[in-house]
């Protein structure tokens, strides 16, 4: 039966293997980025303007994505862009120019962004269903793809070219679509929402949940703009202003990840423990102290102990606010918050880098302590996180 525990437990097997399987592609293409532009001769200025393919692609679909979630169901539409993204992955190493890569680039960006919508709003209803904060365990399986995928994209970089690399990915990824999709195209969750009720999703919003959506989509733009500075920066700030090798200052990322997919992996008890108004409000706080100390610390390992500590206090910042807007508005909420903290994401890098122009990169990294301190402060002022 679909509404029975052993159908809910398969449902919440799938819908991990799909978060898994998307961050272990999404950093096998990551790691091969280098050997794409040497392929296609682009200038770092080109292959800037190729790669906001993927950012321009998520940002186009994930709107439309909760619109054909909302008409065709969560569970197919995640199915259709799993099976894009799969076969997108294998299209970059096929292309020999820059406005061929952008192009292709931004049909793998348009699968991202869908995927992560769509799978999103099936954890959100699955959420509801089993009436237990759930969703950082679905965020922990995709950091731990991440990083699986970004390690055996670097093992086999000298052994395997790019093409057969990123097309192993695609097999992989047409592999656990098939077997996991199976599932979530078998069973449904019929359970509406508590805090709306069914068949919400499809009417308009009134104004005091549109902003409450909002305010939850800032929580995941703040979360996500430390995300993109500390994959960009925090490497080159080991390096550049602490003299750390470029063995330890790689280390420094990692740190931040394996903290954040840790702190993910725990979010459920630490949720049910202290609910997720006072969990945003410990974890903006805690990212904040950790940044502090990670961005002016005089000593490598007091700055890597600080990348560690942001990332502990990040880590159920993004689940709970993609959660609390699906709650709110189904998949239209889910599309939102996305949105907005994919926006953060594609803001801080950037960001960083011209207040590290005015000023310098130790500086302008306590932007991210500064975003962190203000999720903490919506957290608390909202009164509806929990």
């Not at 206090?313 to 993609?322: C, K």
């Not at 949105?339 to 500086?363: D, E, H, N, V």
């Amino acid at each position: 039966m679909p509404g029975s525990s052993l159908a809910l437990t398969r449902l919440r097997i799938a819908i991990t293997a799909f978060f898994a399987m998307d961050g272990f592609v999404f950093a096998g293409w990551v790691v091969r980025i280098p050997d794409i532009k040497h392929q296609t001769h682009a200038s770092v200025g080109a292959l800037g303007l190729a790669l906001l393919g993927v950012s321009a692609g998520a940002v186009i679909t994930m709107t439309l994505t909760g619109r054909l979630c909302r008409r065709y169901g969560s569970h197919p539409v995640t199915v259709a862009c799993a099976i894009l993204l799969s076969l997108s992955v294998a299209l970059p190493p096929l292309t020999h120019s820059v406005p061929a890569l952008g192009a292709v680039l931004l049909v793998f960006g348009a699968a991202y962004g869908g995927l992560n919508v769509a799978f999103n709003s099936a954890a959100v209803d699955l959420v509801a269903a089993l009436r237990r904060p759930i969703m950082p365990t679905f965020h922990a399986a995709f950091s731990l793809g991440g990083m699986i995928g970004a390690g055996l994209g670097g093992l086999v970089a000298g052994s395997l070219s790019p093409t057969r690399h990123l097309l192993a990915l695609t097999v992989i990824g047409l592999l656990v679509t098939a077997v996991a999709g199976c599932t979530l195209l078998r069973y449904d969750v019929p359970v509406p929402h508590p805090e709306r009720p069914a068949g919400s999703g499809r009417r308009r919003l009134d104004a005091p949940t549109r902003r409450r959506v909002v305010v939850f989509g800032l929580i995941a733009l703040c979360t996500a703009y430390g995300e993109g500075a500390m994959a960009d920066w925090g490497a080159l700030h080991l390096r550049q202003d602490l003299d750390a090798s470029a063995g330890v200052a790689a280390a420094g990322y990692t740190c931040f990840a394996l903290a954040m997919t840790a702190g993910r992996a725990s979010g459920t008890r630490l949720l049910e423990r202290f609910g997720r108004s006072r969990t945003v409000v410990l974890g903006g706080g805690t990212a904040a102290a950790g940044m502090v100390l990670g961005s002016l610390a005089p000593w490598v390992w007091a700055a890597l102990l600080g990348f560690a500590v942001t990332g502990l206090g990040l880590a159920n910042l993004f689940p709970v606010a993609v959660e609390r807007a699906g709650a709110l508005a189904g998949p239209s909420g889910v599309a939102t918050a996305s949105t907005l903290g994919y926006g953060g994401m594609l803001l801080g890098p950037p960001a960083i880098g011209f207040m590290a122009a005015w000023t310098s990169l130790p500086t302008a990294l306590t932007s991210v302590a500064v975003l962190a301190a203000s999720a903490a402060l919506i957290g608390a002022t909202t009164g509806r996180t929990a």
